[in-house]
């Protein structure tokens, strides 16, 4: 037990201890333990949230984003300034950035603007260079701004993008807070785990339209109310199990399009916990330039679970 938490049960037991002699030491012993169970609870609930928020707030967190470029084109010059074509000209940084090309095997490079101060990787960029995709094992972060900015290149399908993130972002400087239900134990629900054979994959649209198949393990199976519900998962061993759900509660009080769980793998004996206080929104919830997986439907829940991230206020833009 660790010291605060005994410290904590001390307390309690004392007070409890105090309130007279008709209680006996068990139901005294019992009660204590239950309010330092409900303790350590809402404390690692609080924790969460906490690092959910800050999580958000990094200079390069979900709310700095700015922009999403499609590249149509072979070759697209992009900046703030006001000569750059509008489906190119970026919300921060210098008024000519450089030129973003694609060559015939389908690769993207990026050439600085002469004289402009730019970053790759956290090094100071000197000339051409290879732009790798949030699909490739490399990394190609473009730096501007002192490194306020960055610049990436996405792929969502055949499609190519530009995204942008600046840590002055309205979104992240204008952030809102986030909403909660009450964090309640009775939504922290045992799962059964069941594996679908290796290899399985499922559907998964975002909200820009595209179609992924991702790797589906397994489903978890769960009872709510005296229902039973079952819900598909994505991820593996490594990275644990990744839900993408929505409930009676969407768009009555969470987000419209759905929501996210994370939970560990299961054990030996296939038990999974779903702590559904802990359900979150997606990037599109707080920004217009993220590419957001939707709930299969599978995952379209005949329930409210009136628990968790409530939908956000603030501006998106």
């Known amino acids: 037990m660790r010291p605060l938490r005994a410290m904590g049960m001390a307390a ?8 007279g002699g008709e209680a006996g030491s068990d139901d005294i012993s019992a009660e204590a333990e239950r309010a330092a169970t409900a303790a350590v609870f809402q404390a690692g609930q609080e924790a969460w949230r906490r690092e959910r928020e800050q999580e958000l707030l990094r200079p390069d ?3 700095s984003l700015v922009g999403l470029h499609w590249l149509e084109l ?10 750059i074509a509008s489906n190119m000209r970026l919300a921060f940084g210098p008024e000519r950035m450089g030129l973003v ?19 790759l990787n956290g090094e100071p960029l ?4 290879r732009l790798y995709s949030d699909h490739d094992p490399e990394k190609a972060v473009i730096g501007f701004d002192g490194d306020k900015g960055r610049l990436t290149l996405v792929q969502r399908g055949n499609r190519h993008a530009l995204r942008v993130r600046h840590a002055d972002a309205p979104t992240r400087v204008g952030f809102a807070g986030l909403q909660y239900w009450p964090a309640d134990p009775a939504w922290r629900i045992e799962a059964r785990f069941v594996p679908h054979p290796p290899g399985k994959t499922l559907p998964i649209a975002d909200i820009v339209g595209t179609r992924n198949d991702s790797p589906n393990p397994g489903y978890v199976e769960f009872e709510r109310d005296g229902r039973s519900f079952r819900l598909e998962a994505l991820g593996g061993p490594e990275e644990g199990l990744f839900f993408v759900l929505a409930d009676r509660t969407s768009g009555h009080g969470s987000y419209p399009a759905g929501r996210f769980l994370d939970a560990d793998w299961p054990g030996e004996d296939g038990k999974v916990v779903l702590d559904f206080n802990r359900a979150y929104n997606p990037p599109c919830a707080f920004t217009l330039f993220a590419t957001c997986p939707l709930p299969p439907p599978e995952n379209r829940l005949d ?4 628990a968790g991230e409530k939908n956000y206020t603030g501006n998106v833009h």
Request: proline share 2%.
């Open 12 to 19: 309690l037991l004392a007070a409890l201890a105090g309130c």
């Open 61 to 63: 967190g979900w709310t």
């Open 74 to 83: 072979k070759a697209h010059y992009i900046g703030s300034g006001e000569h």
């Open 101 to 119: 090309t694609r060559d015939d095997d389908g690769r993207y490079w990026f050439t600085p603007e002469q004289g402009v101060e730019l970053t």
């Open 126 to 129: 000197r000339g051409k260079v």
């Open 303 to 306: 329930l409210a679970i009136t």
